[in-house]
C-alpha cells in the first residue's frame, strides 16, 4: 500500500524557517522521481520543487530559488522541504508527491497535505 506521510508545517514568522518531512512507504523510493506541490484556498496546484534521484540536480520554481532546498535520504525513505526566508506568499497547503516529473498531471500518487502558515 503506497502511503506518503508529510510533516513539518505550522506557523512561523517571515523570514523564519520550517523543514518539512514526508515518509514514503509502499514503493521503490530511491528510484521515484519525488516533488512538493502547494496550494492556497482559490488557487490552483503550484509544483514547487523537485528531485529525481539522490544526487541528482533538483528543481525549483522561480520563486523559492536561494531560499528552499529539496533533500533525500532514501535510507530513511524520506523527502524533506528545507524552507528558509520564508514570506508571506509561501503559506500554502504543501503536499508531497510522487511521478515521473514536475507537470501536475505527472503525479500518481499524494499525501495528505501539511500547512505552511507564514504570518507576524
Known amino acids: 500500500q503506497v502511503q506518503l506521510v508529510e510533516s513539518g508545517g505550522g506557523l512561523v514568522q517571515p523570514g523564519g524557517s520550517l523543514r518539512l518531512s514526508c515518509v514514503a512507504s509502499?514503493?521503490?523510493?530511491?528510484?521515484?522521481?519525488m516533488s512538493w506541490v502547494r496550494q492556497d484556498p482559490g488557487k490552483g496546484l503550484e509544483w514547487v520543487s523537485g528531485?529525481?534521484?539522490?544526487?541528482?540536480?533538483?528543481g525549483y520554481t522561480d520563486s523559492v530559488k536561494g531560499r528552499f532546498t529539496i533533500p533525500r535520504d532514501d535510507a530513511k525513505n524520506t523527502l524533506f522541504l528545507q524552507m528558509d526566508r520564508l514570506e508571506p506568499e509561501d503559506t500554502d497547503l504543501y503536499y508531497c508527491?510522487?511521478?515521473?516529473?514536475?507537470?501536475?498531471?505527472?503525479?500518481?500518487?499524494w499525501g495528505q497535505g501539511t500547512q505552511v502558515t507564514v504570518s507576524l
Open positions: 508527491a510522487r511521478g515521473t516529473g514536475k507537470a501536475i498531471p505527472a503525479q500518481d500518487y
Open positions: 509502499g514503493f521503490n523510493f530511491s528510484r521515484s522521481y
Open positions: 528531485i529525481k534521484l539522490a544526487g541528482s540536480s533538483p
